[in-house]
């Protein structure tokens, strides 16, 4: 057993015991870990406030390979998030990221540039108050491409034509789509108008520092998040629910109702 030290981000927590927490951890070294930090609900504990569900924080822990759940004796915070944590706007949006990494990630894979992404994003989220669904948007756009099913874009996949019609068809097992001129239906596909995939070109090829900046409105970007959202359940086994993306529909018809 060796002592290790990690920079992590804190995808999930859930209690153990009276005063313990299980925490899922994404780590910059070690890629994801479950690990049990003791005593740590106590009002008393060092740990009050550190071990929060998104924070950015550095642990010093207990690591056995053949050990499902990891221990840790050290923890403090780099960045607490706070104006995530105080607006349950971005709250909900925060929680996409990490729960789409905490359910497609498996335990002990290094994955540094998904580290830096998800950093990024939470960054990005922490910092602006606009464009905060394009945020969240350009993360699952580049989180696809450091998957392997990268969408393709740029191009009708028969006629290479980049030109965009006011409909084209996207085949979601092929992740290209066809142009209106082609008229090539592949099936399975789902049909995207021409200013939906002329955002997602730019917010592909936008660092996520800058993805807020797109000019997305209300109709628009409910396509986006479908589309968007139909392809990562279609490539990815176990992201049929995602509590995040739930919450966050009711808390926007909520705030609707009030309006």
Known sequence: MAIDKAEAIVL??????????????????????????????NLKSRYWGVLETLNHIAIV?????????????????????PNIHGQLGKMALAAIPCEIVDKV????????????????????????????????????????ELSGFKPMLA???????????????FALDRGAYSCQSCGHRMEP???????????????????????H???VGGALGKELDTFLMAYLRYHIDGLQQLRSVAYLEQLQAAFKNQG
């Open 12 to 41: 999930h927590s859930r209690k153990q015991g009276e005063t313990s927490k299980i925490l899922s951890l994404f780590t910059k070294e070690f890629g994801k870990l479950s690990v049990m930090v003791k005593g740590s609900r």
């Open 61 to 81: 822990f207990y690591y056995k390979e053949t050990r499902e759940l990891q221990y840790v004796s050290q923890a403090e915070i780099i960045d607490a998030f």
């Open 105 to 144: 990630e498996r335990p002990g894979h290094h994955n540094q540039s998904l580290f830096t992404l998800l950093l990024d994003t939470l960054q990005a989220l922490e910092r602006e108050e606009s464009g905060l669904r394009n945020i969240v948007r350009a993360f699952e756009l580049k989180f696809f």
């Open 155 to 169: 191009q009708c996949a028969f006629c290479k034509q980049e030109q965009l019609g006011e409909h084209q068809y």
């Open 189 to 211: 596909s789902i049909l995207i108008s021409g200013a939906a995939l002329q955002i997602l070109r730019r917010l592909a090829a936008t660092p996520i520092a800058s993805a």
């Open 213 to 215: 900046q797109a000019n």
